[in-house]
């Protein structure tokens, strides 16, 4: 069975190759270039990714370029920048159902020095016990890494298109009554710097789409 992935992609040309290698057969990898000044676009396609141009800026624009791109039964998210390794999807995409309600979450466990900076794990440990605490759903990260039907995401309508876009995910999933999981997975250093979690204000930043998020959600309860 073929398993999309999606991998929103800003300047990510010298980790492609490494994440691009070491996609699992059956997993169909769609490069969505969220506007790359490098070669990523090229990169990708030159490894035999399916690309998708999505000039709006935003992770949760690519992400939802990528999704409406996908044509396979269930669909994933990872990041592009070697992060995460595609070897350990199988392990994610192994715990969703064609055709049911299932979401499962990639547990971040550091495997190496430096991969997860203070202040972004610290916020992120904030984050899963507030959500905890309005779902019910036993989440100790909001992983990266994710795995669902594509009906049923389509079907979710989630509005975000910037950080908040997992965060919303999970929310409206919890909502309507999904079972959600999560698995553990190696978290690995970056190649490059990253975009969120590498400087404190791209982690404020994340944090104000979330929040952003969080009370939107609320008002529709």
Known sequence: MKIDVVLPCLDEAAALPWVLGRMPAGYHPIVVDNGSTDRSAAVAAELGAQVVSEPRRGFGAACHAGLLAATADIVCFMDADAS??????????????????????????????????????????????????????????????????????????????????????????????????????????RQGRSKVTGTVRGTLRAIADMRRVWAEQGERR
């Not at 466990?109 to 605490?133: E, S």
Request: glycine share 12%; no cysteine; charged share 25%.
């Open 84 to 189: 995460l390794d595609p070897m350990e999807l199988p392990h994610v995409t192994g715990r969703v159902r064609p055709g049911s309600r299932d979401l499962v979450l990639g547990r971040r466990v550091v495997r190496q020095g430096g991969a997860w900076p203070a202040h972004a794990r610290l916020g992120n440990a904030v984050l899963a016990r507030a959500l905890r605490g309005r779902t019910g759903v036993r989440l100790r990260d909001l992983g990266p890494m994710r795995a669902a039907p594509r009906a049923g995401l389509l079907a979710l309508r989630v509005a975000d298109r910037r950080f908040g876009y997992p965060l919303e995910t999970v929310l409206r999933a919890a909502a309507a009554g999904w079972h959600i999981v999560e698995v553990e997975i190696s978290y690995l250093p």
